[in-house]
């Protein structure tokens, strides 16, 4: 039977650790790494709810892109984290976290937010590093849109293609059709898009200053959100863990949905 270490090691080959930024914290952070796995739950966050269907599904391993924790002093049930850890080992179950080195990684989460963009042909928005076989990354993507489009029919068209539920965006009067995309907060890839002449980046998080630069230099901007523009790998990587591994039953969680609401 497969255990922990095995789905960990797959999942630095999909998502190879060196592509990870600096301030990462990413691999196994919680639990055992010779626990045997029969179950695998998959999602954007370990929170109090998705570690409850993890436990209601009686899975070993949560997979989940954001980590648990970035740094510790401590682990005790006074604090949100120290509490999901307790209970996580309390249960018997380990939580693995692929991050900015899955943002990086070929067909993940910019690959995956490129295609459901409508992206024909995505290419690096920029060389952000080399890996260990010296191939180039980015979490950036860009690319032509398959037609063009209006820019108020394409934040229609994203706005359904990531199951968002809703859009905060910048409208510079320019038609949809060479796209720049990058999952979570990637304001400051607008440099990027500009560069290779694109008319519309897609992101999530957007600061103030970053819509009034989009303004002044004439780029489409939309904020898709963090949770709509990453969850877009889950089915990536359940995929993936589903065709590595056929001795798990590897599920995506159904109760994880974006936080923001839209009135």
Aim: hydrophobic letters at 40%; glycine letters at 8%; one cysteine or more.
């Amino acid at each position: 039977m497969s255990t922990v270490r095995d789905v960990l090691n797959a999942l630095w080959e999909f998502a190879p650790k060196e592509r990870k930024m600096d301030f990462d914290n990413v691999g196994l952070l919680v639990g055992r790494s010779d626990r045997k796995v029969e179950r695998i739950l998959t999602c954007l966050d370990v929170t109090d709810w998705t570690i409850s269907e993890a436990i209601e599904q009686g899975a070993q391993l949560i997979v989940a892109h954001h980590p648990v924790f970035f740094s510790l002093s401590s682990v005790n049930d006074e604090d949100v984290t120290g509490r999901k850890i307790i209970r996580l080992l309390e249960n018997g179950m380990s939580a693995i976290s692929m991050h900015t080195n899955l943002d990086a990684a070929d067909s993940g989460v910019n690959d995956a937010l490129a295609k459901k963009a409508g992206i024909a042909e995505p290419e690096l928005l920029t060389v952000e590093g080399h890996d260990m076989r010296m191939i180039e990354y980015s979490c950036g993507r860009w690319g032509k849109l398959k037609e063009p489009m209006e820019f108020s029919d394409y934040l229609q068209f994203i706005k359904s293609r990531l199951g968002a539920n809703g859009l905060r965006y910048h409208d510079a009067g320019k038609i949809a059709e060479k796209v720049a995309v990058v999952g979570g907060s990637g304001g400051s890839y607008l440099k990027y898009a500009l560069e290779k002449g694109c008319d519309t980046l897609l992101t999530a998080d957007i600061k103030y200053d970053v819509f009034l630069e989009a303004k002044e230099l004439g780029i489409n901007l939309i904020d898709g959100d963090h949770f709509a523009t990453e969850n877009v790998v889950v089915p990536v990587i359940s995929r993936y863990l589903a065709g590595r591994f056929s001795d798990i039953d590897v599920k995506m969680s159904e109760i994880h949905k974006q936080t923001a609401q839209f009135i």
